[in-house]
């Protein structure tokens, strides 16, 4: 199957291409001057240049204008994956696919997880999980004893492969494989959405518009992510930290229902961080 990979590039060294064969096209949208082009050596590349960075999503859609292909990848360029990783990110247009992924730490990551409920959107915005119950810490051990459901929910985000209605789980824009008219079909990402919560509010429209969609993990050995946008350690006045909160107010203030109102009135008084 035809695909194209999508990367954005911003303070990025270098992107490894070694798992896309030769024959299928590569879209590189800079967002600043940091990766030179010479240093993408895939020979099907297209480089396009931002003016500014314009963001993830922005520049995904840039991209997406220019492509011919059946289905489009989006990947991340701190990512480290294999050519069976290529095969493995194949589906049909209902399909939105991604693979397990675990951090530099060997760490398994979310990919496909739950739609944020009011509170658990509350909780990731100030990092609770992370700060309170971390990643093979005895307290998440204790808290896993006396909420087991909560543990069985959080392996199957955490590398088990399956499937699941688009409508009940959404994938992770790390690694997305997603059919090109579908995505085309909904503009794309909402360019609202500078940097974190787009892929969320992209899978919600998609199955909104087509609903049989689904959400798959497919079965294969994990790829590497490195996450450092990610890291629970920024500051909380770091401005990617400041962009990341503001845009869980954005996500949550286009839910519908009187549970979401805090989100609304927060978007409504809550000024746009300055972009880096």
């Known amino acids: 199957m035809d695909k194209t990979v999508v990367f954005v590039a911003y303070r990025t060294d270098n992107i490894s291409c070694s798992w896309i064969p030769d024959d ?12 030179r082009p010479a240093d993408v050596s895939h020979p099907t590349t297209t480089h396009i240049h931002a003016d500014a960075n314009i963001g993830f999503g922005a520049a995904v859609n840039m991209a997406a204008a220019q492509t011919t292909t059946e289905r489009l990848v989006l990947c991340n360029p701190d990512t480290v994956l294999t050519n069976d990783h290529w095969d493995a990110l194949d589906g049909n247009a ?28 509350l909780a990731a915005t100030f990092r609770l999980g992370t700060k309170l119950i971390p990643l093979g810490s005895r307290r998440r051990r204790i808290f896993g004893s006396v909420a087991p459901g909560w543990v069985r929910r ?35 990402f909402d360019d609202r959405y500078f940097l974190y919560y787009e892929d969320t509010d992209l899978c919600s429209r998609l199955v909104e518009a087509h609903q049989n969609m689904t959400a ?24 990617v930290e400041m962009l990341r909160r503001r845009a869980a107010v954005t996500y949550g203030a286009n839910r519908p229902g009187l549970a979401w109102l805090p989100y609304r009135l927060a978007d409504a008084l809550l000024p746009q961080p300055p972009r880096p």
């Not at 939105?96 to 951090?103: A, E, F, Q």
């Open 24 to 35: 299928q096209p590569i879209i590189v949208v800079h967002n600043d001057d940091h990766l």
């Open 94 to 121: 209902d399909e939105v696919v991604t693979i397990p992924l675990v951090d530099g730490d060997g760490q398994q990551t979310s990919v496909v997880s739950p739609y944020w409920t009011p509170l658990a959107l």
């Open 154 to 188: 959080q392996n199957e985000d955490l590398g088990t492969p399956g499937s699941w209605p688009l409508d009940s789980r959404w994938v992770s824009g790390a690694v997305m494989s997603i059919d090109r008219d579908r995505f085309l079909s909904v503009s794309g």
């Open 216 to 239: 798959r993990m497919a079965d294969c050995q994990p790829g590497i992510h490195a996450v450092g946008g990610s890291s629970a350690t920024r500051n909380w006045k770091d401005p």
